[in-house]
């Protein structure tokens, strides 16, 4: 999987309480992203980094918030989850963020709220 | 309508078998078009990319482009039991990083 782990790989929660999953690479690429996956609805972005300290929203960004203090770590924080976030979640990384670059995917973290 | 779309099969064909995948969608500015493959329980992973129409070749996939009917189609000959995985088709205008993704179409190819 390109240098990228994620951790946890599995997550059962209940609704209301905040959770954070944390995206490590050893890549040294520019953009990172986050995905989410499920049936019928495909993936969808959920918000990307183009740089440390820098972010933007994606198409699914309601109920969460991203922080990347560091160039090999994207952390996706959910402030208060709710059944509806339950989904599998990806990170992705690139070098350049352009039309052709290879987006690059993490193992997935399967997250349950309960 | 949904920018791409993509049958989500499932599709199931003996070994040997030549498949087709496809997707078809409505931004005619897209200019991008990515074949991704996903095995069960894992990350997508590039398998092929194109910028214009017509096919590109990779050992046993063909990644084809028709932009006049906004049509793209991935074939594998000789299709193996390890090919059995989600495939998804992805695209972008060229102006932006965000990638549009289909929903991705599952096959099961039977030894």
């Known amino acids: 999987d390109a240098g990228i782990t994620q951790s946890p790989r599995h997550k059962v929660t209940e609704t209301g309480t905040p959770v954070t999953l944390r995206c490590h690479q050893t890549?040294?690429?520019?953009?990172m992203y986050w995905y989410r996956q499920d049936p019928g609805h495909g993936l969808r972005l959920i918000h990307y980094?183009?740089?440390?300290?820098?972010?933007d929203k994606g198409e699914v960004s309601d109920g969460y918030s991203v922080s990347r203090s560091k160039t090999e770590d994207f952390l996706l924080t959910l402030e208060s989850a709710t059944s509806s976030q339950t989904s599998v979640y990806f990170c992705?990384?690139?070098?350049?963020?352009?039309?052709?670059?290879?987006?690059?995917f993490g193992p997935g973290t399967r997250l349950t709220v309960l | 309508q949904k920018e791409v779309e993509q049958d989500p099969g499932p599709l199931s064909v003996p070994e040997g078998a030549i498949v087709s995948l496809n997707c078809t969608y409505s931004?005619?500015?897209?200019?991008?078009f990515m074949w991704y493959r996903q095995y069960s329980r894992k990350g997508p992973e590039l398998l092929m990319y194109?910028?214009s129409s017509g096919n590109k070749e990779d050992g046993r996939f063909t990644a084809q482009v028709d932009k006049s009917s906004k049509y793209i189609s991935l074939f594998i000959r000789d299709s193996q039991p390890s090919d059995s995985a989600t495939y998804l088709c992805?695209?972008?205008?060229?102006?932006?990083?965000?990638?549009?993704w289909g929903l991705g179409t599952s096959l099961a190819v039977n030894p």
């Open positions: 980094s183009y740089g440390v300290k820098d972010t």
């Open positions: 931004n005619s500015a897209f200019q991008y």
């Open positions: 992705a990384i690139s070098e350049s963020g352009g039309a052709t670059d290879t987006q690059y």
């Open positions: 194109t910028y």
């Open positions: 992805a695209m972008n205008p060229g102006n932006n990083r965000k990638l549009i």
């Open positions: 890549e040294n690429h520019r953009y």
